[in-house]
């Protein structure tokens, strides 16, 4: 899919990448000025089919004009995200998205 990341490059962002973390997701992101590429790993324990999509498009709305390669990982089953939570959820990955300073800064791998 276009805009996805390969499986080699979810792996590379999740050992390399900077890390933030939310309420519900553990934020990990590789800076680099080509348009933004999103990864999600997402099991089947996070919610049914409905609810991970939901979260797929909104967070990929959510990160559309950014740069960078991003990894999504949930902490918490996503049924208990509802609608009445979401906008929280959404202001702190926004400060996340536009706060270009990494909060756990980690080395570049060694090729």
Same mark, same amino acid.
Do not use: Y
């Given at each position: ?6 499986? @080699? $490059?979810? $792996? ?5 990448? #900077?890390? *933030?973390?939310? %309420?519900?997701? #553990? ?5 680099? @000025? ?13 919610? *049914? %089919?409905?609810?991970? *999509? ?6 990929? %709305? #959510? ?7 991003? #990894? ?10 509802? *609608?009445?939570?979401?906008? %929280?959820?959404?202001? $702190? ?6 706060? @270009? ?11």
């Amino acid at each position: 899919m276009k805009g996805s990341l390969s499986s @080699q $490059r979810v $792996r590379d962002v999740g050992k390399c990448g #900077l890390k *933030n973390r939310t %309420a519900f997701f #553990l934020i990990k992101r590789l800076t680099t @000025q080509t348009p933004a590429k999103i990864g999600f790993a997402f099991s089947r324990k996070t919610g *049914n %089919a409905v609810i991970r *999509n939901r979260f797929k498009r909104r967070l990929r %709305a #959510l990160l559309s004009k950014t740069t960078g390669e991003w #990894l999504f990982i949930p902490l918490k089953n996503l049924t208990s995200l509802t *609608n009445d939570a979401w906008p %929280a959820e959404k202001a $702190r990955i926004e400060a996340v998205r536009d706060n @270009q300073k990494p909060t756990h800064p980690r080395p570049a791998p060694v090729l």
